[in-house]
């Protein structure tokens, strides 16, 4: 890795190992707690170890839920870089704490310091999240939270292992207490080197009241609705991820028959998998927010927890507890942790787009309160997830028939999403059905605004013009179509989630063509991007017809900069209308699969300078060149 790129940025890698050494340090506590509860048969107030281990991780979520509102307020009101430096000084008093239930095994002081490292959590949480945009541009947030989930989880990884084995050791509970406290200095000490921060919003008068503040911030979550469709998703994810980590002990335990090396070896896969998930969606996002690979990992997610559970219990063990080796030598073990690998992939894919979603789409004075309203309903779901989990394991339900109830919950609450927030599934649909289809080159794509609003402007080959330039193009696109594409109910579905503007010319109905060019003009004010073709038809023969007025009318009423584009290579598609009626010679759809189609994309025209003829000769220059 270059030494100029963001891991080593003096702005980010204190917060990155800030967090690393927190995160870490709360695995290795949690987890020799969970394995010295589970394995020594620990009860408190008549509780079995299924719903103590349960019991842990709602004790650490509950304070989320309790203060996540005021810790909100005041990574906004002061400085997130000192607020940040006053958690770390805080987790190592927590620690001290905890090193001395570890010494005495008393569970009393054991729970007491996990409430209170969930309380320590709760404080920087909202600035750990929203001081990244603070920190590093936009163009790097991406990147920014795959570094930040790469390094949370592998940081898991690291304390979960480290607590297994730690624990298992001669004289345990006091190697547990060295480590834990001298990691929560390092921790501190990284702090420390954080940049100097202003407040976002000093003059913010703070309201301690809990229940006020936390309607309060819930409300201020709810300002745009997308962005809290987006937390309600990154909810969910906790809600899953937690009741999948809480299980693996028992799952291992009573259907695998593993001892605490098992155990490990689970959370190593899963700490992996979303570390290696992360990363791959910053490689697809390619520097921008991909929210196309959102419903990819809810459906993978989807996929292999059904799969683990219709693997059930794959053998009978008899005898001792299986040791790793003997564990990796049953019969089906391998297709079990090819599935957990696929579901801790899935989850970096489902969850890094969420919240690099929530930091762009978010107002600056109110980004950390927003990340407040995420960690309340994270927490609140969390906390559900232990109750719930509780419940089911009354029932009588094993770890393998939660792996269906969890397959059952995320199919629906996948669907609520995506009928929610249909460019999730709009932008999956463009990308993943175009990938396959074609080989897509893009240039110029520089020239496409971060934000505000825009026209894009390009030829018209093909029934699919929409779709390249959709899965191309990183920011949503508003197309304006021709009303007759909506009367297919299949492609009516996919515009609508689109948001497709449909229109008509004056002749054919003069009322639909005015809504039109209404919305058109109301998109473009809310800062959006519409992409119109002004040639008003597709060509039937290859060639680019003169350009309508309409665009002319469109930047006389706002005037935005207008974005030239030019479709190469799709003409004499399946798609196109060069041998006959478009979609039905299947010959030329075989011979021409997987064929390259270039998009290049100019720099942007001044509104003043932007009539049809100008930019007509604009698109014939770039698909000539």
């Known amino acids: 890795m270059k030494k100029d790129s963001l891991f080593f940025s003096s702005k980010f890698w204190p917060i990155f190992w800030t967090q690393f050494w927190g995160a870490m340090n709360d695995n290795v506590f949690k987890n020799a707690m969970v394995i010295l509860i589970t394995y020594k048969s620990y009860s408190l107030m008549g509780l079995g170890v299924d719903q103590m281990v349960a019991l842990c991780g709602g004790i650490f979520i509950l304070p989320f839920f309790i203060a996540s509102s005021i810790s909100g307020q005041y990574s906004d009101k002061l400085s997130k870089s ?19 239930g570890f010494l005495i095994e008393s569970l009393p002081i054991l729970f007491t310091s996990l409430f209170l490292m969930g309380l320590q959590s709760t404080i920087f949480g909202p600035a750990k999240y929203s001081i990244l945009p ?23 990884l690291i304390g979960t292992i480290a607590g297994g084995l730690i624990i298992g050791l001669p004289q345990g509970p006091q190697w547990i207490s060295v480590s834990v406290i001298g990691v929560a200095i390092i921790g501190l000490l990284c702090s420390l080197k954080l940049p100097k921060l202003t407040p976002v919003e000093p003059n913010l008068k703070i309201d301690l009241n809990l229940a006020r503040s936390t309607w309060d911030v819930l409300k201020i979550s709810k300002n745009i609705r997308s962005v809290f469709i987006s937390i309600l998703g990154i909810s969910w994810f906790w809600f899953f991820g937690a009741t999948l980590l809480s299980i693996f002990p028992v799952y291992v335990k009573d259907i695998l028959h593993g001892n605490e090396g098992v155990v490990t070896l689970f959370l190593a896969i899963f700490s992996i998998g979303v570390a290696i998930g992360s990363m791959i969606c910053e490689r697809f996002s390619h520097e921008r927010v991909e929210l196309g690979l959102v419903p990819f990992g809810s459906i993978g997610l989807c996929w292999f927890v059904l799969h683990l559970y219709l693997m059930g219990q794959p053998y009978v063990a008899t005898g001792e507890l299986l040791t790793i080796q003997a564990f990796l030598a049953q019969k089906g073990t391998y297709w079990i942790l090819f599935d957990l690998m696929g579901v801790s992939i899935m989850s970096g894919f489902f969850i890094v787009p969420l919240y690099t979603f929530i930091q762009v789409r978010s107002d600056r004075e109110t980004r950390s309160r927003v990340i407040a309203a995420n960690n309340i309903l994270n927490a609140l779901f969390m906390v559900g997830a232990a109750i719930i989990l509780m419940v089911l394991f009354a029932l009588g339900l094993t770890a393998v028939d939660i792996f269906l109830v969890l397959f059952i919950l995320n199919l629906f609450v996948s669907i609520y999403i995506y009928t929610e927030i249909p460019e999730f599934l709009w932008r ?10 074609y080989r897509m080159n893009v240039s110029g794509l520089n020239h496409i605004p971060h934000e505000g609003p825009a026209v894009l402007i390009c030829n018209h080959v093909s029934f699919v013009d929409w779709l390249i330039i959709s899965a191309c193009v990183k920011r949503p696109v508003r197309f304006v179509m021709h009303y007759s594409f909506m009367k297919n109910s299949l492609l009516s579905f996919f515009f609508k989630g689109g948001k497709v503007i449909a229109i008509a010319g004056a002749k054919e109905d003069p009322v639909l063509m005015e809504k039109a060019f209404d919305k058109i003009a109301a998109t473009l004010n809310e800062g959006e991007i519409i992409c119109i073709f002004p040639e008003g038809k597709i060509t039937y023969d290859g060639q680019l017809s003169p350009f309508r007025p309409g665009i002319e009318r469109i930047i006389a009423r706002n005037p935005v900069p207008v974005i030239p584009m030019a479709l190469k290579g799709l003409w004499g598609s399946f798609f196109s209308r060069k041998y006959g009626p478009a979609g039905t010679n299947y010959k030329i759809l075989v011979q021409r699969f997987w064929s390259k189609v270039d998009l290049i994309i100019d720099g942007p025209e001044a509104p003043e300078m932007a009539t049809a003829q100008a930019l007509e000769e604009k698109v014939k220059r770039l698909i000539s060149d």
């Open 428 to 437: 999956f649909l463009c990308v993943i059905v175009g990938k396959m289809m």
């Open 82 to 100: 000192h607020l940040v430096i006053f958690t770390k000084a805080l987790e190592v008093i927590v620690m001290i704490l905890g090193s001395i």
């Open 134 to 156: 603070e920190l590093i541009e936009e163009s790097n947030l991406v990147k920014g939270n795959a570094l930040v989930e790469m390094g949370t989880f592998i940081a898991i």
